[in-house]
């Protein structure tokens, strides 16, 4: 599953890869963004254009009626289930979103414990994992709350050494199609191989508590792997 992930892109990065047309947004970066945290999205806009917005990570659906603090993990979503799990599979129909990401965090078992690795794009772009979204409104006060999940998939050949799953990533001609939804379930399998890259970094980040502007979250504390 994916637990963590960074977000640290420059706002031009995102006006040239999902068509932003949108006055400029100041997006600060996160190097430990963890759930029920406030996350960037990519929503569908109009004439063909896309809008950037923001949610709490963890989809809350619209119809939940018990208090925020019963509703169970929902920070990933597994492709295999999307479709028909109560939870998501209104907004797979009706609300789809990509989260931009320069990278996410997932945990090896070694012999000394789990050992966090930071993995990215293997040239260093934005990754655009798909996603869910939803509004809800807190019946004790009053509050609306937009909230959104990430998708997650079986593991491709490389991410298997670390993980047993990872997000699902779209490839840039493939964007559109989710965002519109004309694509289907056939969208959310794993990445090529050859496109991603990862290291092992210090176990600090292990804490949600480590601080979210601190870049040496993911510097390498060992050689890069790659595919």
Same mark, same amino acid.
């Given at each position: 599953? *994916?637990?963590?992930?960074?977000?640290?892109?420059t706002?031009?990065?995102?006006?040239?890869?999902?068509?932003?047309?949108?006055?400029?947004?100041n997006?600060? =970066?996160?190097?430990?963004?963890c759930?029920?945290?406030q996350?960037?999205?990519i929503?569908?806009?109009?004439?063909?254009a896309?809008?950037?917005?923001?949610?709490?990570?963890?989809?809350v659906p619209?119809?939940?009626?018990?208090p925020? #603090?019963?509703?169970?993990? $929902?920070?990933?979503?597994?492709?295999?289930g &999307?479709?028909?799990?109560?939870?998501?599979?209104?907004?797979? #129909?009706?609300r789809?979103c990509?989260?931009?990401?320069?990278?996410?965090?997932?945990w090896?078992?070694?012999?000394d414990?789990?050992?966090?690795?930071?993995?990215?794009?293997a040239?260093?772009? &934005?990754?655009? *994992?798909?996603g869910?979204w939803?509004?809800?409104?807190?019946?004790?006060?009053?509050?609306?709350?937009?909230?959104?999940?990430?998708?997650v $998939?079986e593991?491709?050949?490389?991410m298997?050494?670390i993980?047993?799953?990872?997000?699902v990533?779209? =490839?840039?001609? #493939?964007?559109?199609?989710?965002?519109?939804?004309?694509g289907?379930?056939?969208?959310? $399998?794993?990445?090529?191989?050859?496109?991603?890259?990862?290291? =092992?970094?210090?176990?600090? &980040?292990?804490s949600s508590?480590?601080?979210?502007?601190?870049?040496?979250?993911?510097?390498?504390?060992?050689?890069?792997?790659?595919?």
């Open positions: 599953m *994916c637990g963590r992930f960074t977000q640290m892109y706002w031009e990065q995102l006006v040239a890869l999902y068509r932003l047309t949108m006055p400029p947004v997006t600060q =970066p996160s190097y430990n963004v759930p029920t945290d996350i960037d999205m929503l569908p806009g109009e004439n063909g896309s809008a950037f917005g923001r949610a709490r990570w963890g989809l619209y119809w939940w009626s018990k925020l #603090k019963q509703l169970p993990a $929902t920070f990933n979503a597994r492709s295999d &999307v479709a028909t799990k109560p939870m998501y599979r209104e907004a797979l #129909k009706k789809r990509i989260v931009p990401m320069s990278g996410f965090y997932e090896r078992q070694m012999e414990g789990k050992q966090p690795f930071f993995i990215s794009a040239d260093g772009g &934005v990754l655009s *994992c798909a869910l939803d509004t809800w409104k807190d019946r004790e006060n009053g509050e609306t709350i937009r909230s959104a999940t990430l998708i $998939t593991a491709n050949p490389f298997s050494n993980h047993d799953r990872m997000p990533l779209l =490839p840039p001609e #493939k964007l559109e199609a989710w965002l519109g939804g004309s289907g379930v056939e969208m959310l $399998t794993p990445s090529p191989t050859d496109t991603l890259r990862a290291w =092992p970094v210090s176990r600090r &980040v292990n508590k480590a601080e979210k502007h601190d870049r040496s979250l993911i510097d390498p504390i060992e050689p890069m792997l790659t595919s």
